[in-house]
């Protein structure tokens, strides 16, 4: 229906917005994502997604296509409606996204507020195929990291650290270079401890 609207950026805020375009303005739900990504007041481009329930007509805005195509496989769940779609599109980038789906990252997902076990569960059943082929992630390459992830975990584990807390400090360096060794995980983190 509506796929996408340029115009004058009108208003903003961290979850809508509002784009005047030959007059009208339109409002629409946004993620902290393409909060962060909006000008202030000049000519924006966002790419759109209509969704029609019989009590509203909403309108949901994205920076980039690849954030609109995430939510559109998200809310295609059984459990995950638009605004859950969108609390997980703000939570987390797209790549973060699609990487947590393919590497079957429950915990990961499970942490967006709204989303239980078994929604994490189905989003990663429904969605990691396509995913896979749609956005041509390796299978391989999800697999080593976690591979290497895990490896650095019981080895900082064994030294005694506590494993909540290395796992999120591993995270952090993953982010920052997600191609580093087992190695570089665990020296790395021992200065992060």
Do not use: W
């Not at 409002?27 to 966002?46: A, C, G, K, R, Y």
């Not at 998200?74 to 789906?101: D, F, H, K």
């Not at 896979?132 to 975990?153: G, H, Q, R, Y």
Request: charge should be neutral; proline fraction near 2%.
């Amino acid at each position: 229906m509506i796929t996408q609207i340029r115009g004058k950026l009108v208003e903003k805020s961290p979850t809508e917005a509002v784009v005047d375009c030959a007059g009208v303005g339109y409002l629409l739900h946004i993620s902290l994502n393409t909060f962060s990504s909006l000008p202030d007041d000049e000519l924006v481009v966002l790419y759109t997604h209509l969704s029609i329930r019989e009590d509203a007509h909403t309108l949901y805005g994205f920076a980039t296509k690849i954030e609109r195509e995430v939510f559109k496989l998200l809310i295609s769940v059984s459990g995950v409606g638009p605004s859950i779609a969108r609390t997980m599109c703000s939570s987390m980038t797209s790549e973060e996204i699609q990487q947590a789906i393919a590497s079957e990252n429950v915990k990961l997902i499970q942490s967006v507020k709204g989303i239980g076990v078994k929604t994490a569960q189905r989003v990663i059943v429904d969605l990691k195929d396509k995913i896979l082929k749609t956005f041509n992630i390796d299978e391989v390459s999800v697999s080593a990291s976690n591979t290497n992830k895990d490896e650095a975990l019981s080895a900082l584990e064994v030294l005694g650290f506590n494993k909540k807390q290395s796992e999120k400090v591993i995270s952090n360096i993953l982010k920052e270079t997600p191609e580093a060794t087992v190695e570089k995980l665990i020296k790395l983190a021992l200065k992060n401890l």
